[in-house]
Every structure is written in C-alpha cells, then in structure tokens.
C-alpha cells in the first residue's frame, strides 16, 4: 500500500499539499481532499515494517468526519489514529495520506470518539492529538502514547534467534481542560475533585459508590458529569 504525507489546506474549498516522507522521489498524482480540480504532487514512500504489533490506535480505517475550523468539513472519510507517529490517517483512492495543515482542524469523530489537535499553546505541556470525553468545558482529554521496545538475541542450542522490536502501549494520561488554554493532569480521583472546586464531598461520595478509577478516561468523564449535575442541583 502506498502511503504519502498530504497537507490540507482551505480557502475557498479545500485543496491537498503533500510533502515528501522520504528521500524517494518517485512523483504521483495526490488525490484532491475532499474535493478539487488541483493536480498538486505527492512522493511515494515505500513502507517497510519489520516491527511487531501495532501502532494504531485501532488496525482498520473507520469512517469518520474531520471538521475544519473554517466550518466545512470532510464527511465520510476512512480514518485511523497512528498513535505512535501522534498523526490521524485517511485513505482516498487506495492510498494512505498523513492529514496536515492541523491547525485548520477543529475536530475529527471516529467511530463514535472525538479528537482534538493541541498545539501545545496552553498552560501545559500536552500537545498533539488527544481524545476528548464530554461535550463542554469542563472535560476530560486523553493523551495516548506508544513506545517502542528493543530488538532482542536470543540463543537456542548452536542458533541465536533475533527478536524484533515491538510497539507497546503506554498508560494514557489523563487532563481536566477546563478552557482551551487551561489544562492540568489528573493526578488521582482525589486531585480532579480537588480541580473541580465544588461540592467535594459529594463527588467523593459518588467517586467512591461507582470506585472510579483515575486512570479510566471514561470514569473520569463520567465524575465530570456528575459534577455537571450537582452543580445544577447543589
């Protein structure tokens, strides 16, 4: 499969830029995204993967949408989040293409999930593609991370045998954001009531009934909801 480095670019409609992955300089014909008369020019980059495992966040593309912030967007696009490039993929044509021009994306949704771009602009460190949980200020967002074990020599008999690498999973983190330039990492359960200011009691309360765990995005989201609703009802 051939895969290439697109840049995304709008002004009036959306027109595709690609830029060369590798030092290959075999020229082809980059697809228009998501429509458009241009004939701009990718680089071919022949991918070769001796490494175990994956470094996607799911194997298989899955339609989704990529909202720009110019209010258009691109509908019915098949997605994939490379988590250990920290880059979003989509395929148009039977070719994959690295989406650019990040700062013109709002939101992309994938399967049910949303996901943001931070340019690391904020009062944190985080940068980069982060999944978000609740629909308002204040959510929870999800930082994943991939790494990359080492190849190993193992002996057997008059034999060695070389291990690959690997690509492993990291432990997500995990951030209260409260605005776009306000967000802090969840320490524990206890430090995000803490980050929430009010009525700690009765998330504490609640945090304990449904033993919320602080390294579940989804818990962690779920607590930011029940704040929502005791905020409203104190």
Known sequence: MKIYIAWIFSLVSLTSFAQTLSTSRSPVAAPAFPESDSSQTGYQYNHVDS???????????????????????????????????????????????????????????MGGEEFIYLDGSSNSDLSGFVKIWNAQFPTIVTKMSMGLSA?????????????????????????????????????????????LCYYSSKLEEFAKKEKISSSSGAELAWLVEHYRKVELHP
């Not at 691109?74 to 395929?91: S, V």
């Open 51 to 109: 490494i175990r495992g994956s470094r996607f966040l799911y194997d298989d593309f899955i339609t989704g949408t990529i909202y720009f912030t110019d209010n258009t967007k691109a509908a019915d696009l098949p997605l994939r989040l490379n988590i250990y490039h920290d880059e979003f993929q989509y395929m148009k044509n039977n070719s994959v293409y690295v989406l650019g021009a990040l700062n013109r994306v709002g939101k992309i949704t």
């Open 151 to 195: 190849s190993a020599t193992i002996r057997e008999g008059s034999y060695n045998y070389t291990i690959p690498p690997r690509f492993e999973r990291k432990d997500d983190q995990h951030y209260l954001m409260r605005s776009e330039n306000n967000i802090v990492e969840i320490k524990s359960v206890r430090h995000l009531i803490y980050l």
